[in-house]
Each structure stands twice: as C-alpha cells, then as structure tokens.
C-alpha cells in the first residue's frame, strides 16, 4: 500500500509537470520527478528564448515582464463573458512576431547559413519579445516557419531571414503552454503558414512533423480541438487556436485529423486588400482579410504617400468590421512591407513614420479606433505595436 502510495506521489508529480506555482514566478518544487520536469521546461524555455523573450532561466524573471497588478491588459479576457463569440471580439496580433530580435548583429551571426542578405531592418516587423507581448494584451501571433538549418527540425523565419537556427517550433510552443498555465482565462490564436523564400523544401516529412505536433497529447491538452470553425471564449481559454494558413498536400490520406480554422493560402490572393475565405462552406464561415502590404507606388512617392495608401485600405477594412457580417471573421493587417521608396521605406516606417515627414500607420490608427469604441474590430494584425502607447488597449477597447 505504501508503495503504492509513493507512485502515486510520483504520478501526481508528474501530472504537475511543467506547471508553475500561480502565486508568485517561482516554479513548484516538489518530488524528484518535478525537479526533472523543472529543468526540463528551463532547458526548452532556454533554447525558445530568441522567439519567445530574454528569460532568466534559473529565476524565471521576464517570464511575466510587464504583468503587473496595474496593468489592465496582462489578463484582460478575464472581464469578457465565456459565450463571447471569437469572430465577436477585438484581439490585437502581431505580424511576423517571429523577428522581434533580428538585428544586424543577429543576421552577422547567421551568414554562415544564410549568406549575404538585404539589411536586417528589411525583415524586422516587431521589437518586443512573444512573452512581453502577451503581457501587453497580444493574442494572436503570426508564426512563418520552415527547415531549420540541416532541415531535421522546424524552425522561424521571415523570407530569406533565418531567425533562430536552434529554437525549435516545439521549444516555443512550450512556452505558449506554460503562459497559458499561469494565465487559464486567456485564449491565444495562431496562425501558422510555410514560409516561402527560404530556400527550404515544404515536403512530406516536415508536413507530417506539424500533423503530429497537432495530434500529440500536448496538443489535445493545450489547443482547442474543434476543426473547421471558431467557437466561444469560454470554449477557447487556456488553449491555443489553430488559424491554419498551409495546407497538407503530402500527407498520407489516413491522415485526416484536422483542428482550427483553414485559411487556405491558396485563395490568400497576394497583396490583397479585400479577400475572402471560406473556411466552412457547411455553415458558410468566411474568413474577410485584408493583407495589402506592398503599396504599387512611383519611387519618389515618399513615406506620407505610402502610408497613407496602407491606411486607406486598412481603415476601410476594420471599418467594414463594425457595419457589416457581423458574424464573420475579420482580420484586417495595419503592416507593410519594405518598398523602395527613395528614400526607402521599411516595416518600421509604415508603422511609425519617419521623424523627418509624417506619422505612421500606427499612431494615425490609435485615434481613429478610439473614436469607434466599443465597436467591432476583429482581429487586428500590428508591426512595432509597443511604439505608440495605447495602440494595443485601443485595439481591445479597453
Ligand atoms: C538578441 O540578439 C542579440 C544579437 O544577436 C543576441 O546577443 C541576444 O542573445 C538575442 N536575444 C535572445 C533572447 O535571443
Ligand atoms: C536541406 O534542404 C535544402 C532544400 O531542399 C537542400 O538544398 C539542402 O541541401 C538540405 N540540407 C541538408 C543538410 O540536407
Ligand atoms: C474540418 O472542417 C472542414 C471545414 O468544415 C471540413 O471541410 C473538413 O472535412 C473537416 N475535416 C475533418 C477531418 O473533419
Ligand atoms: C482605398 O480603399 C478602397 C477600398 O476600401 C479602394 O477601393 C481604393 O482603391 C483605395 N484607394 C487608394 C488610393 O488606395
């Protein structure tokens, strides 16, 4: 009986595993197995941490950086009811989250694998870490990835740019788990598509690695289960949301699990600016997405132009958000592109102008949300969300 008794001490620790003590950032010690465990999730957070966020392994400490008592946003799902519709709410993302770190200094690392490359600011869509921007009231994150190099595990990347030789999809997925624990009432959307660019093959050993991150017992604990349409809060919180925006054309056809919503990248026209998916023809769910990155102007138009442009067709997106198809989904994407504009203009100068000329998208988008408070947004896709205090919270509504 006793020994009976210690296994299932020793189960029940392991049923911990990975866990975190709620109450402060100190992780649950107790038992061996835990112990194990601990390190474990260290040595994983450790080899996420150039896509998840400067983490002090041995403390924890940037884990909750920014997740004060004070701030509103850090578990902000917790005041929205659990029969709050998703394609309902407001959830501010970030675009190319993946490249919050991607500096010269990072790209001077990684020639070896990448060989010469444009310059770092040509990729670089953001400046806070996935943690801090969960924290901040982020909830959906855009993941592009593809072959690490030696094409053995899968990794991130922004066209050309590597971004993290040695950080594995699964390192960062544990830490959006291991958020999720310390903060059960939020819900969290990814969107995941193959990167193309990156001179790596999309075949049928790297699809059927993602199947089965999806069909693991991780997986069916930490995402919500439900395929082909978009539930309620309730339904969504201490989960993952799959938006899936690859497809599966290489899978073995008894393959046929699937979860989350398909947003075919076959029907996500280029550099559209009003296109529509349907993700559930049964039930008639379509997908309204505004992705005009790339502004077709002269050379000499300059930043105000550009940005202007993007606005035109951003605002004209999120408003159709608050009149029309109100059960639809919307996701309207505020970033742009790097064009050659002379002077050339980069993610950074879309988003938040430059010192000499204007304002960017963001700090035009901030006031202009406010003014619609309270009204139906969708899903709200930033660059560089951080530099205009206010934007995030104004995404939300709060
Ligand atoms: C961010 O990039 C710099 C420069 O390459 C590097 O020294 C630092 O370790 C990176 N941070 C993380 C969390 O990987
Ligand atoms: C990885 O895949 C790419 C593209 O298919 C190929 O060019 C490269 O040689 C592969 N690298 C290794 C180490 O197998
Ligand atoms: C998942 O949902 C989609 C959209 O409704 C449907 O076409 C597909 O057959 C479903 N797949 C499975 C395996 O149930
Ligand atoms: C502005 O957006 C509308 C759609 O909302 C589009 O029809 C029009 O061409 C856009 N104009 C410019 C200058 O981008």
Redesign the pocket.
């Known amino acids: 009986m006793a020994g009976m008794a210690i296994l299932k001490t020793s189960l029940a620790c392991l049923l911990i595993l990975l866990s975190y003590n709620h109450a402060n950032a100190s992780p649950v010690i107790g038992g061996a197995q835990s112990v194990l465990a601990q390190e474990a999730l260290r040595e994983i957070l450790n080899r996420g941490a150039p896509i998840l966020a400067q983490i002090n392994v041995v403390s924890f400490a940037g884990f909750d950086e920014g997740c004060s008592r004070a701030s509103k946003a850090c578990d902000w799902m917790a005041k929205v009811p659990d029969s709050t519709r998703l394609v309902h709410m407001n959830l501010p993302g970030t675009h190319d989250t993946a490249t919050w770190n991607y500096s010269d200094a990072t790209q001077a690392a990684l020639l070896r694998y990448t060989g010469p490359i444009p310059p770092a600011s040509v990729f670089r869509c953001q400046e806070h870490s996935i943690f801090q921007s969960l924290n901040a009231g982020i909830r959906v994150f855009d993941l592009r990835y593809a072959y690490n190099p030696g094409n053995d595990t899968i990794g991130f990347h922004h066209s050309m740019a590597l971004l993290a030789p040695t950080t594995t999809l699964e390192d960062v997925l544990f830490g959006l788990y291991s958020w999720l624990d310390k903060h059960p009432t939020e819900a969290i959307l990814v969107s995941m598509n193959y990167e193309g660019g990156t001179g790596t093959a999309n075949d049928a050993a790297l699809q059927a690695h993602l199947y089965n991150i999806f069909q693991s017992k991780l997986a069916k604990k930490y995402w919500v289960q439900k395929n082909g349409t978009l539930g309620t809060l309730g339904q969504a919180r201490g989960k993952l949301t799959l938006l899936q925006r690859f497809t599966y054309t290489l899978l073995p056809p008894t393959s046929t699990r699937r979860i989350g919503i398909h947003l075919d990248g076959s029907q996500w026209t280029d550099n559209g600016?009003?296109i529509q998916i349907v993700y559930n023809a049964a039930q008639n769910q379509v997908a309204y997405i505004e992705d005009y990155y790339y502004m077709e102007l002269p050379t000499d138009a300059g930043t105000a132009l550009n940005v202007?442009?993007k606005l035109?067709?951003t605002l004209?997106?999120i408003d159709e958000a608050t009149r029309t198809n109100e059960g639809q989904l919307y996701i309207s994407f505020a970033s742009a592109s790097h064009n050659d504009a002379v002077p050339p203009v980069f993610p950074r100068t879309m988003a938040l102008g430059d010192e000499m000329e204007s304002l960017g998208v963001n700090q035009r988008l901030l006031p202009w949300l406010k003014k619609r408070k309270g009204k139906r947004f969708g899903i709200v896709m930033l660059d560089f969300y951080n530099a205009v205090p206010g934007l995030v919270e104004a995404v939300i509504g709060l």
């Open positions: 600016a009003a202007q442009w035109n067709a004209g997106h």
